[in-house]
């Protein structure tokens, strides 16, 4: 599944499209239905990127975004740059989808973006955000990963813990996947330090263990000379994980995108 949004690259609004064979054709685009139109989201518009949870053939949790639109305001902040997200299921292979609840909604103060999410247990949901500091109040840019819990099905959310910190520059969404052991992964660049990393998490995303270090030799000659990461995260049948993200080395200092092979630690 591939999720479009407003302004993003090219991208043409709130649509997406699905492929059945890992990538080489691609069906639609298709819309949201009145999936807009919702109470909730009155006078925003989408800023979703790519998440989904599958539970059937016919039923789909979407992980989406969205923010006011340019020109109003919330207290001290712009709200054209206060992400939030907010969980829509479909029940009819995507034909229409409902509005189910906010992870994080206008009330809270920080940006809110780029879920990551994971299935526990049948009712047991979890999902890593990227966050931003925006208030104009506090001046500190700060940047960082949150995680939030669903015990019903993705109903009601409430958060648990915060992840990492992720630099100043916008930071870094995350990469968050379940491993074989049980244990949590997640992915993440800290704009700042100029790093790559991993965290581990035993007891559901509740606390996050030390870092791992996967990369450290960023160098870019593009505009925004930190700008990085964006990371997705697999689990291969033999048990390494793969990080797929885009870098800058000395040997090829424009952005490219690769992809690092590493084990979690023991």
Same mark, same amino acid.
């Given at each position: ?34 999936l807009?139109?919702?109470?909730e ?21 979407v ?30 292979? #995507? ?9 994080? !909604? ?7 973006v ?6 526990? !247990? ?27 819990? !669903? ?19 916008? #930071? ?12 949590? #992964? ?6 700042s330090?100029?790093?790559?990393l ?39 049948p ?16 424009? !952005? ?11």
């Amino acid at each position: 599944m591939r999720i479009e949004s407003n302004g993003y690259q090219g991208n043409c609004g709130h649509q997406w499209f699905c492929s059945l064979d890992k990538g080489a054709s691609w069906r639609g685009p298709f819309t949201f239905g009145n999936l807009s139109d919702h109470p909730e989201l009155a006078d925003t518009e989408f800023t979703s990127r790519t998440a989904y949870l599958v539970s059937s053939s016919r039923e789909c949790l979407v992980f989406l975004s969205v923010r006011k639109k340019a020109g109003e305001k919330l207290g001290e902040m712009q709200l054209s740059a206060t992400d939030k997200v907010f969980l829509a299921r479909t029940t009819d292979a #995507g034909k229409s989808f409902e509005f189910v609840s906010w992870i994080v !909604s206008f009330k809270d103060p920080y940006r809110a973006v780029m879920p990551a999410p994971v299935r526990i !247990s049948r009712d047991k949901l979890l999902a890593a955000i990227r966050r931003r500091n925006l208030r104009k109040d506090i001046h500190d840019d700060a940047c960082w990963i949150d995680c939030y819990e !669903s015990m019903d099905n993705g109903q009601n959310w409430a958060f648990i813990s915060r992840v990492c910190e992720t630099g100043i520059g916008n #930071g870094n969404p995350p990469a968050m996947i379940r491993l074989a052991d049980g244990r949590l #992964g997640c992915v993440y660049a800290d704009r700042s330090r100029l790093l790559l990393l991993a965290k581990y998490s035993k007891d559901e995303g509740k606390t996050w263990g030390e870092e791992q270090v996967l990369r450290e030799d960023f160098r870019s000659r593009n505009g925004d000379r930190v700008d990085s990461g964006y990371p997705r995260l697999f689990q291969r049948p033999d048990g390494k994980l793969v990080t797929v993200y885009f870098w800058c080395t000395p040997e090829r200092p424009e !952005s490219h995108i690769e992809a690092t092979i590493f084990s979690a630690p023991v």
